[in-house]
């Protein structure tokens, strides 16, 4: 078993930045990817971005790539997704997740935390 728990969420305006954290515990999940998903009331899940736990493999959405920056903390056992200029339709409740592969749909993670929701304003 892996638990993650999601922090970091909140209100912010257009342009600002935001930056989310993972905390993972339980099994080793060292060959794992750790993913960012998000979904916005009346839409799927949406992929965000994912980095292998050790090692520099990373893959980001179109819609955030430039914009959001993953990275870990070893000592800390924690993932963060740096949030910059940010943009009303990036409002969703965001949902780490943990897969033993790299990919980019959510049917292929066994892990996920609870989410945490951000909101920006216009």
């Known amino acids: 078993q892996v638990q993650l728990v999601e922090s970091g969420g909140g209100l912010v305006q257009t342009g600002g930045s935001l930056r989310l954290s993972c905390a993972a515990s339980?099994?080793?999940?060292?060959?794992?990817?750790i993913g960012w998903f998000r979904q916005a009331p009346g839409k799927d899940r949406e992929f965000v971005g994912t980095?292998?736990?050790?090692?520099?493999?990373?893959l980001y959405a179109d819609s955030v790539r430039g914009r959001f920056t993953l990275s870990r903390d070893y000592a800390k056992n924690t993932l963060y997704l740096e949030m910059n200029s940010l943009k009303p339709e990036d409002t969703a409740v965001y949902y780490c997740?943990?897969?033993?592969?790299?990919?980019?749909?959510?049917?292929?993670?066994?892990?996920w935390g609870q989410g945490t929701q951000v909101t920006v304003s216009s």
């Open positions: 997740a943990a897969s033993r592969t790299l990919r980019n749909t959510y049917s292929g993670y066994d892990y």
């Open positions: 339980g099994r080793s999940f060292s060959n794992y990817y």
């Open positions: 980095i292998r736990w050790i090692g520099s493999s990373t």
